[in-house]
């Protein structure tokens, strides 16, 4: 039976975007299956007591360089879109809205949306720009749009956020593999090595 890899992200995460372009086909190789967790980091940084990394002096400055790095090792481009970052909700909204109908569609978005806001360092963050991006997957804009309005749909990411704090959840991405938690994208290596003997 496979085993299921949860992965944790905010999709306003430089680190996160990183995470999304490897998880999928390192999971693969090891025959797992892969639950896609979009949450809104702010709730988290608020528990916490702490800011978005880039914030950070010094800190900032390094993980600009790491992120740039990663990228260059990934064979990637990762470009900060002008005024980073944005509020991101309409697409962990529309995920979970995509998900319920999709899963495989949902997460098609999420790589879309990671492309296009990290990948192309464009701006995709409000809702109609983020339903285009849907709506290159044969989704229907306007339901779409609707989706992320409704008061349903907006409690489904609050009730996912809370759930991913009260397991522990507090950066993005952030993996469990089973109850084993794993922050961070250079995490891989540890968390196979977890897979592949079960636990140490």
């Known amino acids: 039976?496979?085993?299921?890899?949860?992965?944790?992200?905010?999709?306003?995460?430089?680190?996160?975007?990183?995470?999304?372009?490897?998880?999928?086909?390192?999971?693969?190789d090891r025959d797992c299956v892969v639950a896609w967790r979009p949450i809104?980091?702010?709730?988290?940084?608020?528990?916490?007591?702490?800011?978005?990394?880039?914030?950070?002096?010094?800190?900032?400055?390094y993980a600009t360089r790491d992120i740039n790095r990663t990228a260059r090792a990934l064979g990637v481009t990762c470009l900060l879109p002008d005024g980073f970052p944005h509020n991101t909700l309409a697409a962990a909204r529309g995920f979970y809205w995509l998900a319920d109908q999709n899963e495989d569609t949902a997460k098609d978005f999420a790589r879309a949306f990671y492309h296009g806001y990290f990948g192309?360092?464009?701006?995709?963050?409000?809702?109609?720009?983020?339903a285009d991006l849907?709506?290159?997957?044969?989704?229907?804009?306007?339901?779409?749009?609707?989706?992320?309005?409704?008061?349903?749909?907006?409690?489904?990411?609050?009730?996912?956020?809370?759930a991913a704090l009260e397991r522990g959840v507090f950066g993005s991405p952030f993996f469990f593999v089973g109850d084993?938690?794993?922050?961070?994208?250079?995490?891989?290596?540890?968390?196979?090595?977890?897979?592949?003997?079960g636990g140490w």
Request: charged fraction near 25%.
């Open 1 to 28: 039976m496979s085993q299921t890899i949860d992965f944790y992200f905010d999709f306003a995460s430089p680190y996160g975007y990183l995470a999304n372009i490897q998880i999928d086909a390192w999971a693969r």
């Open 40 to 61: 809104m980091l702010g709730a988290a940084f608020k528990a916490v007591g702490t800011a978005p990394l880039l914030s950070y002096p010094l800190k900032g400055e």
């Open 120 to 130: 192309e360092g464009r701006d995709v963050s409000p809702a109609e720009k983020t």
């Open 134 to 162: 849907a709506a290159g997957l044969g989704v229907d804009r306007a339901a779409f749009l609707a989706a992320v309005k409704d008061p349903a749909i907006k409690q489904r990411l609050k009730d996912e956020t809370a």
């Open 180 to 197: 084993e938690p794993f922050w961070g994208s250079d995490r891989f290596d540890q968390m196979a090595r977890w897979v592949e003997t």
